[in-house]
Antibody
Framework: EVQLVESGGGLVQPGGSLRLSCAASGFTFNNYWMSWVRQAPGKGLEWVANIKQDGSDKNYVESVKGRFTISRDNAKNSVHLQMNSLRAEDTAVYYC?????????WGQGTPVTVSS | DIQMTQSPSTLSASVGDRVTVTCRASQSISNWLAWYQQKPGKAPKLLIYKASNLETGVPSRFSGSGSGTEFTLTISSLQPDDFATYYCQQYITYSRTFGLGTKVEIK
């Protein structure tokens, strides 16, 4: 069974940092691009970033460029999102998703709240 | 970035109704479009990819059509389990974008 399990979310002050992780199982992880998608409270979905199978290509939504870094560890079947200089508008549930185009598989999401 | 505009934002319908949701792209995306269903507190679920390909396990009452800049998601006979929010997503550019969603409510 394909599973994606996110962790690392929480409450952080503006300007702070968090590192989200996503543990993958049930499929050959290094065959797939991986992505992060977020959803602010009561709002729609927003694509955040994706990373190629070998980590050689990464893409970001404009609003997080220079602040967020996506990475992966194929030996541990995991993908990460390092989030720095967090802002109130980064408050959202963050989903890990398989694939770089469309997403067949999603995690359950991890909530991030940026507030003082 | 390519903007994705969905209409309507809310749709009230009854069980058994035929329902159509429209998604328009600000520039041509060929057929690089997916549709998702999301229920409150849950992750999105893929329904359609490449504009018209039904994802495995998704009921055949769901269908997708269109190409270029205009796309539709149709539910041929609305079922109680279909009351949810639906999103389109383009994946032609490296910066993927979603529509704002269409909430299908019980009339």
């Amino acid at each position: 069974e394909v599973q994606l399990v996110e962790s690392g979310g929480g409450l952080v002050q503006p300007g702070g940092s968090l590192r989200l992780s996503c543990a993958a199982s049930g499929f050959t992880f290094n065959n797939y691009w991986m992505s992060w998608v977020r959803q602010a409270p009561g709002k729609g979905l927003e694509w955040v970033a994706n990373i190629k199978q070998d980590g050689s290509d990464k893409n970001y939504v404009e609003s997080v460029k220079g602040r967020f870094t996506i990475s992966r560890d194929n030996a541990k079947n995991s993908v990460h999102l390092q989030m720095n200089s967090l802002r109130a508008e980064d408050t959202a549930v963050y989903y890990c998703a398989r694939g770089g185009d469309y997403h067949r598989c999603w995690g359950q999401g991890t909530p991030v709240t940026v507030s003082s | 970035d390519i903007q994705m505009t969905q209409s309507p934002s809310t749709l009230s319908a009854s069980v058994g109704d035929r329902v159509t949701v429209t998604c328009r792209a600000s520039q041509s995306i060929s057929n690089w479009l997916a549709w998702y269903q999301q229920k409150p507190g849950k992750a999105p679920k893929l329904l359609i990819y490449k504009a018209s390909n039904l994802e495995t396990g998704v009921p055949s009452r769901f269908s997708g059509s269109g190409s270029g800049t205009e796309f539709t998601l149709t539910i041929s006979s609305l079922q109680p389990d279909d009351f949810a929010t639906y999103y389109c997503q383009q994946y032609i550019t490296y910066s993927r974008t979603f529509g704002l969603g269409t909430k299908v409510e019980i009339k």
